[in-house]
């Protein structure tokens, strides 16, 4: 179906092109350069404007004539005649350089043209006129509908549904195969106890604030059942966190200290700009569709954990939930989990184009992305004695943007 699709996409472009060569060609030959016909590789056309030549082309017909002075008697020709004026009728005779025609309907056969007035052969009669502009018009209207929104339109008028983007994380995000990059190549730079981090509290969630307009005052139990989604919500997010938390923990054999090198160190950096890109309602695509480091795909997503479940799961969370797991990732040192997830969450970004998954729209995201931002600070403070991370400079970078 995507061929089919495809194929009627390019034909729709081709109709199109020609349809405004056409006009142009014609506009610029005719109008601007003053001559009396266009020539489009070797034709050109006319409209029939007398009855001459009624039973062969009526008035408002639309005749098409190849450019030649090749002709024989009983051939339908276009010449110019005494008066400059372009006239269609059918030849007679050729006596020399002089070519004598008479119109079908018509009792006198009309004075001899020379050769350089010829203008060609009609080989081609479509009637009528305002038929035609009809269709050119439906069909240009046709494709331009097509070309602006093909998927609605191949949907409404050929009577098949677009594919649909899918809601469950297709497989093939995690192919194309690339090199490895060293994580250990580099030297150390800070080292961090993942006990004490785990138990670094974020900023406290205070009740979300709802605004009197878009709450009825006098209906309080409007304002529990909000309160009661977001409890919700909040709950199987910090469920997800603890099971990838312990799930790194094993994973990497009950590690209790992390060794963040410079490796590490830059997708730290990474997470801590996205995550205020974010917060200051900046474009993130460019930074995702170009990461500062080199992505990895030479793993089994069963083995390191990720199974099919709960890559669905992390699927359906929203942005700030993939920053938090990216920084768990970086704190185990995790190439193979952080590229997981990181590519899951590039994935949704690149098709998002309602903007529902980048754009943070209500209060409760916004929160969640300040938490996720001060976590991190939470963990710079705390460690990282040389400015190692250097947060202050990627916020100053990030204000200059937003400026």
Known sequence: MKRIKKGIKIFGYIILLCL???CITTFVQVDIMNKKYANIFGYTYFVVATGSMSGTAEVNDVIFVKITDKLKPGDVV?????NRDVVTHRLIEIKGDKYYTKGDVNNSIDDGVSKRDIIGKV??????KKTLEGVILLIVLFIVAALINFDKFFEKFIGVKSEEKTTVLPKDVFSSPKDRNDDNKTGLTVTISLDEVMHIKDIQDEDIEILEDEIDIIDVSKNDIVNKELNSISAKENELYELISNLLRVKNNSISVSRIRKNWLNKFKYVYKIALLLQNNLDIVEEVSNPTFTEVYDY?????GLYSNLRNRIYSAHIYVYLK???FAILYNDTEYFDAVYKIMKYKILIDESKNFKVLSDQYSKKQIKNVINFMKNISDKYDNKDSFELDKIERLVKIKKI
Not at 123 to 128: A, D, L
Request: cysteine-free.
């Open 20 to 22: 405004v060569t056409l």
């Open 123 to 128: 080989v081609s009669i479509i009637s009528p």
């Open 325 to 327: 797991i990216l920084v």
């Open 300 to 304: 089994d997503l069963e083995r390191i």
């Open 78 to 82: 276009t010449f110019l005649d005494s």
